[in-house]
């Protein structure tokens, strides 16, 4: 009898500490910052933004109220279009602000394509209104290096040019994860 005690006793205590290595190993978060530039075209021989739908004819928002655009941008290290490729925002976001300012309901992932982080995604969701200074959207989950992933994302537009909506947008991702 006492031995059984003691052998369950030592089986619930080595049980007790695989589940608190286990807890302690998953436990260790970590802050990451990306920082890259998002470039939005609709123009040219290879736009990168295309508007899939939109409201009917009849309406006359100055919001774009119903327009729904789906990306696949590219998101390079530096403003020029030309620097290095670090990744690419995939995803949709629509126009549903009625009237006011515009504001696009932003779903995306950010697929990245370098070092540490080549095959890991972010997907961010929120309100981004492009002509306020600054826009912040939730980091809502990822994969790869980014399982588990929480966090925010800031927007700030660089250049936009109002002519053909091209657009180029600052960002600053700041992301927890295991």
Same mark, same amino acid.
């Given at each position: 009898?006492? =031995?059984?005690?003691? *052998?369950? *006793?030592?089986?619930?205590?080595?049980?007790?500490?695989?589940?608190?290595?286990?807890?302690?190993?998953?436990?260790?978060? =970590?802050? *990451?910052?990306?920082?890259?530039?998002?470039?939005?075209?609709?123009?040219?021989?290879?736009?990168? &933004?295309?508007?899939?739908?939109? &409201?009917?004819?009849?309406?006359?928002?100055?919001?774009?109220?119903?327009?729904?655009?789906?990306?696949?941008?590219?998101?390079?290290?530096?403003?020029?279009?030309?620097?290095?490729?670090?990744?690419? @925002?995939?995803?949709?976001?629509?126009? *549903?602000?009625?009237?006011?300012?515009?504001?696009?309901?932003?779903?995306? +992932?950010?697929?990245?394509?370098?070092?540490?982080? +080549?095959?890991?995604?972010?997907?961010?969701?929120?309100?981004?209104?492009?002509?306020?200074?600054?826009?912040?959207? @939730?980091?809502?989950?990822?994969?790869?290096?980014?399982?588990? @992933?929480?966090?925010?994302?800031? &927007?700030?537009?660089?250049?936009?040019?109002?002519?053909? =909506?091209?657009?180029?947008?600052?960002?600053?991702?700041?992301?927890?994860?295991?």
């Amino acid at each position: 009898m006492t =031995k059984s005690i003691l *052998t369950t *006793t030592l089986l619930l205590l080595l049980l007790l500490l695989l589940f608190q290595t286990e807890a302690s190993r998953l436990g260790r978060e =970590k802050l *990451t910052n990306l920082h890259f530039y998002l470039h939005d075209i609709f123009t040219g021989p290879y736009p990168t &933004a295309v508007q899939v739908a939109s &409201a009917p004819s009849t309406n006359t928002s100055k919001t774009f109220f119903g327009a729904i655009m789906v990306i696949d941008d590219p998101l390079t290290e530096r403003p020029d279009p030309t620097s290095r490729l670090v990744g690419r @925002a995939q995803g949709t976001y629509a126009s *549903t602000s009625s009237g006011g300012a515009i504001g696009f309901s932003m779903m995306m +992932n950010l697929v990245l394509l370098e070092g540490k982080y +080549n095959g890991s995604t972010l997907v961010v969701v929120g309100m981004n209104k492009p002509f306020s200074r600054v826009r912040e959207m @939730a980091v809502v989950g990822g994969t790869g290096e980014f399982r588990f @992933a929480r966090g925010y994302a800031e &927007a700030k537009t660089y250049r936009l040019e109002n002519a053909t =909506k091209n657009a180029n947008v600052e960002y600053n991702v700041f992301v927890l994860h295991h």
